[in-house]
């Protein structure tokens, strides 16, 4: 059974610092492996997707990593506003299932 | 253009009742699936259907059924409503080139 994990499971920092969001999972056979964001109330919106096949992905001040060997994914957001605070899920596919971390809940102070 | 919308948004009802949650996607993904975020925002796979056939049933209580009329729709129905089935339901789509996209999701509340 697939386990995701997300380290920490809250962060604060100041605007303009770099955010670095870890996750792992268990089960290295994954298909593809999503970030995605949600705000409080509000639906999921996709952040990165990366195939297993690859490495990383990037998008403006986003970029995600992935080992899957090791089963870790890290995702960077560079100079942080006030607007990225909102909880960062990892999400992994496996056998048609999506299973997703606990998320890190971001708070970018101003 | 949403490309999964659910309907209702907010679903407030009394213990007892039956309720339908409404799904549907115009992205031409042929999985669908039922996901539930609990109140401690965990979000975990319930069913799945691949082209209106079911693939994925986890433990979930026979009082959930989903039904799939055809590959754009995923509805899902909950006879005799516990207070324990108040949660976030979202509805998802799969294509394995461009990933999932998720529905706004369906707040119920059972009272």
């Known amino acids: 059974k697939q386990e995701v994990t997300q380290i920490p499971a809250a962060l604060s920092v100041p605007e303009g610092e770099n955010l670095v969001l870890n996750c792992s999972f268990t089960?290295?056979?994954?298909?593809?492996l999503q970030w995605f964001r949600q705000d409080p109330g509000k639906g999921l919106t996709s952040l990165l997707l990366?195939?297993?096949?690859?490495r990383e992905q990037t998008s403006g001040r986003l970029n995600a990593s992935l080992d899957k060997s090791s089963g870790r994914s890290t995702l960077y957001i560079a100079a942080s506003q006030p607007g990225d605070s909102a909880t960062y899920l990892c999400?992994?596919?496996?056998?048609?299932?999506?299973?997703f971390g606990a998320g890190t809940t971001v708070t970018v102070r101003a | 253009d949403t490309a999964v919308s659910q309907t209702p948004k907010y679903l407030v009802t009394q213990m007892g009742n039956d309720k339908s949650i409404k799904c549907e996607q115009n992205?031409?993904?042929?999985?669908m699936y039922w996901y539930k975020q609990d109140s401690k925002k965990f979000l975990k796979i319930m069913f799945s259907?691949?082209?209106?056939?079911?693939?994925i049933n986890e433990t979930v209580p026979n009082r959930f059924s989903p039904k799939s009329p055809d590959k754009a729709h995923l509805n899902l129905h909950i006879n005799s409503l516990e207070l324990g089935d108040s949660a976030v339901y979202f509805c998802?789509?799969?294509?394995?080139?461009?990933?999932?996209?998720f529905g706004q999701g369906t707040r119920l509340t059972v009272v």
């Open positions: 998802a789509s799969h294509n394995p080139g461009t990933g999932w996209n």
């Open positions: 992205l031409g993904h042929d999985t």
């Open positions: 999400a992994v596919t496996n056998d048609y299932k999506l299973s």
């Open positions: 089960d290295s056979a994954i298909y593809n």
């Open positions: 990366i195939q297993s096949s690859q």
């Open positions: 259907y691949n082209n209106k056939e079911l693939i």
